[in-house]
């Protein structure tokens, strides 16, 4: 056995103080901890009721004391119980029911959440935990839990939640929301009709790029109030991104309800607003398809709707226009045409042919316009032979690859232009999406440098509307390419609403005179008056005056009357190919121009000499005719 030596009472006071400094350390770090925890410490008897609650902190609190701390304590330990601790509505208290299901069978509950009204009537969010106590003989003697105040916890999550489903700049709903809502809708609505609305702004990125984005934010802000002003409760709008909106309508017993709301709105966007000092005008279009008739599905419902806008912004922009079958059709051979637009170039697509611009004094051409055609290789979903210009360049504007396409219309000109006379111009059209970012100046620069053809022979025709995207840069850009030496015509000059102003406001040395003036000039005074008003104008602002489509031996006759002496058109030739135009210039031409009537001498000065095509005198087989009445009879198409 072993000895065993006897412990001396210093000894067990050593052990002893030991200890209790053991104790006194851990209880010391307890209190730092609790000082610093933001929960609510509460015990419960066997029956569920309060009977102590304390904030940790240095000296703790009582129940009562609690009052004066957080009106959230004081209404939580208001409860005389767990179970009258009220329970969330946004569960459909099932957390409440689960809770008291753990009470009943004496479980630990952790992460109870619950609101309750604050002294203000303001809500204030809780989260109970709690584990059951049992004594040295297991027998129950209530629960010891914590409780703290989530409401910013809450109060943030609910922020999150609604920025997920709402646009951060306006507020309205986002397209999730949008699509459960439509979703919705057409589940709760089989009865009666839905309607969607699509809605976009007109000209929205000139907005941007011109006074900033933030007054285009302003102006997206505006547009969502007024919009909003229009609907009811039951009703919702929506912003699906940049400047679309779409707008869901239930309960729809007519489509003309859905056309009225519609118009509605759009008298409350086209309008003007001071926005940051900056006035800016709105113009929206919108585009309409009703369920069930448009469609069932809300994928559907949105896609005809899509539809239907693009078909008003493309006809009449600033209108509500209704969905229509055949509107599907359409824009399935537009997407045709885009697909196999992206690969024209580098398949070698695009050739150029040339209209004569002629010279009604000394009978000869005096320049070229050059006009893009298309014959795609590609043909699926398009149609045969050439697609016209009006198909294709539309689509080449919206989606950018007007750009690389016109410096090429460019580069290709200006190459050909180096075989004509030097005193032979060349004219091409600068379409607005070219006037992007200083596109032209960069463009011409290349071609001409690429060709070494003189700036001033080149013509660069544009129309009102490259002029309406942004004044202040259009001049800039027709100014850049003046100093340059290219020459600057105004086109379609009498179409738009603001040509007078852009005279006075552009560097131009030419206008061409509308097609349609020309046309009823022969048979109509007051267009016969336009015309001449219009020359009279030219001459006053010292710029020459070229009328284009003259077709007719009268129109012909009427546009010397009035002193224009430069034309194109039919009644002189179509475009034709760049083997065809020196033929034109030399004066051998056998390409398919117009003969002269034999009671108009007037075309015998254009000395072209194919035998075919010969002056009045000579008569002959003449493939193309000028009727009595002045119209054309054309021969074989270019």
């Known amino acids: 056995m072993s000895a065993h030596r006897p412990v001396s009472p210093i000894e067990d006071l050593e052990t002893a103080r030991r ?105 204030i969010w809780m989260e109970s935990s709690g584990n059951p106590v049992y004594d040295s003989n297991g027998v129950f003697q209530g629960y010891r839990g914590t409780t703290r105040n989530i409401t910013r916890r809450k109060l943030d999550e609910t922020q999150i939640a609604f920025m997920a489903r709402h646009d951060a700049l306006t507020g309205l709903p986002n397209r999730v929301c949008f699509a459960e809502r439509l979703k919705q809708a057409l589940a709760e609505n089989s009865g009666r009709g839905v309607a969607v609305l699509s809605m976009d702004l007109d000209r929205f990125k000139m907005v941007n790029d011109t006074l900033g984005h933030p007054v285009g934010d302003l102006l997206l802000k505006k547009i969502a109030q007024q919009i909003s002003g229009c609907l009811r409760g039951v009703d919702l709008v929506a912003r699906l991104g940049g400047d679309e909106f779409a707008l869901v309508i239930p309960g729809i017993s007519r489509p003309q309800v859905a056309l009225r709301l519609a118009q509605r709105i759009l008298e409350k966007v086209n309008q003007s607003f001071n926005l940051d000092g900056h006035q800016v005008t709105a113009c929206a279009t919108i585009g309409i398809a009703i369920a069930p008739a448009d469609g069932n599905s809300p994928e559907t419902i949105l896609k005809n709707a899509d539809i239907a806008l693009y078909r008003a912004k493309t006809s009449e922009p600033g209108t509500a226009r209704f969905f229509e079958p055949e509107m599907g059709a359409r824009l399935r051979a537009r997407q045709a045409i885009e697909m196999a637009l992206r690969g024209a170039l580098e398949r070698s697509e695009f050739h150029l042919l040339y209209q004569p611009v002629c010279d009604t004094r000394s009978g000869r051409v005096s320049a070229f316009e050059a006009l893009l055609r298309w014959r795609p290789r590609e043909r699926e979903g398009l149609p045969g032979g050439d697609i016209q210009p ?63 053809l003189s700036a001033s022979r080149l013509e660069l025709e544009v129309t009102e509307a490259a002029l309406s995207r942004g004044a202040d840069h259009a001049i800039r850009v027709l100014q850049d390419l003046r100093k340059l030496g290219a020459r600057i015509v105004m086109d379609d ?35 016969a008056a336009i015309v001449r008003a219009l020359t009279g104008l030219g001459k006053g602002l010292n710029l020459c ?94």
């Open 390 to 452: 009006a198909d294709f360049l539309p689509v080449a504007e919206e989606t950018g690859l007007i750009i690389p396409i016109g410096e090429w219309v460019l580069r290709e000109a200006c190459a050909d232009a180096m075989s004509w006379p030097e005193e032979i111009r060349l004219a091409v059209n600068l379409s607005p999406g070219q006037f992007k970012d200083n596109q032209p100046m960069a463009a011409v620069e290349r071609a001409l440098a690429a060709s070494g």
């Open 19 to 123: 200890e209790i400094e053991k104790l006194r350390a851990r209880n010391e770090r307890l209190i730092d901890f609790m000082s610093t925890a933001c929960d609510i410490l509460w015990e419960s008897d066997a029956e569920h009721r309060f009977i102590h609650g304390a904030i940790p902190m240095p000296g703790g609190r009582t129940l009562a004391e609690l009052r004066e701390v957080d009106p959230a304590i004081c209404r939580y330990f208001s409860a005389r119980s767990l179970y009258e601790v009220p329970g969330s509505p946004e569960d459909g208290y099932r957390s409440t029911i689960l809770r008291h299901e753990d009470l009943r069978a004496r479980r630990p509950f952790r992460g109870f959440e619950y609101p309750i009204t604050g002294p203000d009537g303001e809500t």
């Open 545 to 638: 005056v070229t009328a284009e489509g003259v077709e007719t031996a009268q129109q012909l006759a009427a546009l010397q009357a009035c002193e224009c002496v430069e034309m194109q058109g039919f009644l002189f030739s179509g475009p034709v190919r760049l083997a065809e135009t020196r033929s034109l210039v030399s004066g051998e031409f056998r390409g398919s121009r117009p003969a002269a009537h034999p009671e108009n001498d007037l075309l015998s000065r254009f000395p072209w000499k194919n035998p075919q095509i010969a002056s009045p005198a000579a008569g002959g087989c003449l493939p193309v005719q000028v009727t009595g009445d002045g119209d054309i009879l054309h021969g074989e198409a270019i």
């Open 493 to 527: 000059f009498g179409a738009g609403n603001s040509c007078l102003n852009h005279l006075r406001s552009f560097p131009f040395e030419r206008i061409k005179i509308n097609r349609a003036f020309v046309r009823d000039i022969a048979t109509s005074p007051s267009a």
